[in-house]
């Protein structure tokens, strides 16, 4: 038999085991954000485990923020912080370049779909916040200054959707934007200027629509397409 023909052995652990069935338990049972669980004892007798695997198996969902123990009330079911675990690990020296290719990537099919929430949500204060951004832009020709001004800019129009976790992300995935500030010099070189501008995205948020903002946005990005192409 040819050895591209064998599936590797995958590795599971009890305690890995046991943590999928624990998962699967609460959900199939019902089990609502507030309720207490079963004790411990409960759970490994009914898995046919150790309590020390059960005890391990629900210190791993504590840390995902599923479960949390409460006093007078044990185990509790939570929501958990569905974000918080990429926050921990989001941060460019603890990633790949193919990761942090693929992030910014997000990063610009997220501001692509940015044009329905815009439009339904901005109000005449968010023109005046992106109008002294502009005026800033134009007031200063330092290359640091206007990274910043462009981060703060597009973190702007994330605010502007009022999704607090859009925004979050859009704020976690800050760091990873130096994948293409490392080649600011690529991007802000002579003739290598948007053809669609920060001034020209708020006209058409001003005039436009929905569709010609997302075209007026993949123009905008034009030269970052070229860059991670």
């Known amino acids: 038999m040819e ?7 995958v ?3 009890m305690t890995d085991q046991a943590e999928q069935r624990l998962r699967e338990y609460f959900a199939n049972k019902g089990f609502k954000i507030g309720d207490t669980l079963p004790k411990e004892m ?14 391990e198996a629900m210190s791993r969902l504590r840390m995902l923020g599923l479960v949390d123990v409460r006093k007078r009330r044990g185990t509790i ?3 958990p912080d569905v974000l918080g675990g990429m926050e921990r690990i989001l941060h460019p020296k603890l990633l790949g370049k193919g990761t942090l290719k693929r992030l910014f990537e997000v990063r610009l099919m997220l501001e692509m779909g940015l044009g329905d929430f815009l439009y339904s949500r901005i109000k005449p204060a968010d023109f005046k916040k992106l109008e002294q951004l502009l005026k800033e832009e134009r007031a200063t020709t330092d290359k640091a200054e206007l990274i910043r001004l462009d981060i703060l800019f597009h973190a702007t129009l994330y605010g502007i959707t009022d999704n607090p976790v859009l925004t979050r992300f859009q704020s976690m995935l800050q760091p990873i934007f130096q994948y293409v500030l490392d080649y600011r010099e690529q991007i802000h070189q002579p003739g290598a200027a948007p053809s669609v501008t920060h001034a020209d995205l708020v006209e058409t948020l001003r005039h436009g629509n929905p569709a010609s903002f997302r075209e007026a946005m993949r123009i905008h990005f034009e030269l970052h397409f070229q860059l991670i192409s």
Do not use: K, M, Y
Request: avoid cysteine.
């Open 3 to 9: 050895d591209h023909l064998l599936n590797p052995i």
């Open 11 to 13: 590795s599971i652990t």
């Open 42 to 55: 409960e759970l490994a007798e009914a898995l046919g485990v150790s309590r020390s695997v059960i005890r």
């Open 77 to 79: 079911l939570t929501e």
